[in-house]
């Protein structure tokens, strides 16, 4: 699993964080948008995509899950692609397709 932070639009003073990654268990990406936490408390969640199995399978379905709240840069969109490639390879991954096929 990959994750980055991005720093929110302007216009979105009232988040605190906006997450994006690979989850290579689930096969797919994810953004989590965080609202500013309030004194003592974490950060609520706010907006959560790619929590379902293959919710999330393209660049381009990450982007526009991304666009409302802030900037994927093409650096990090490259290093996602990465990220997926990577993760859809590994042990870990064959073996949860087979377990999903299963089931």
């Known amino acids: ?3 980055y932070s991005l ?3 302007p216009e979105h003073s009232d988040l605190f964080e906006v ?3 690979w989850d ?3 096969g797919t990406f994810f953004v989590m948008v965080f609202g500013a936490a309030d004194a003592g408390h974490d950060p609520d969640v706010r907006h959560w995509l790619g929590g379902q199995p293959r ?3 393209t660049i381009e379905e990450l982007q526009a899950a991304v666009s409302p709240y802030a900037e994927l840069p093409m650096e ?3 290093r996602l692609s990465i990220d997926q490639r990577d993760g859809d390879a590994g042990p870990s991954r064959r073996l949860s397709r087979l377990i999903s096929r299963l089931l």
Request: glycine letters at 12%.
């Open 1 to 3: 699993m990959s994750r």
């Open 7 to 9: 720093k929110p639009l």
């Open 19 to 21: 997450a994006v990654g």
């Open 24 to 26: 290579s268990g689930l």
């Open 55 to 57: 919710q999330i399978v």
């Open 76 to 78: 990090l969109a490259k």
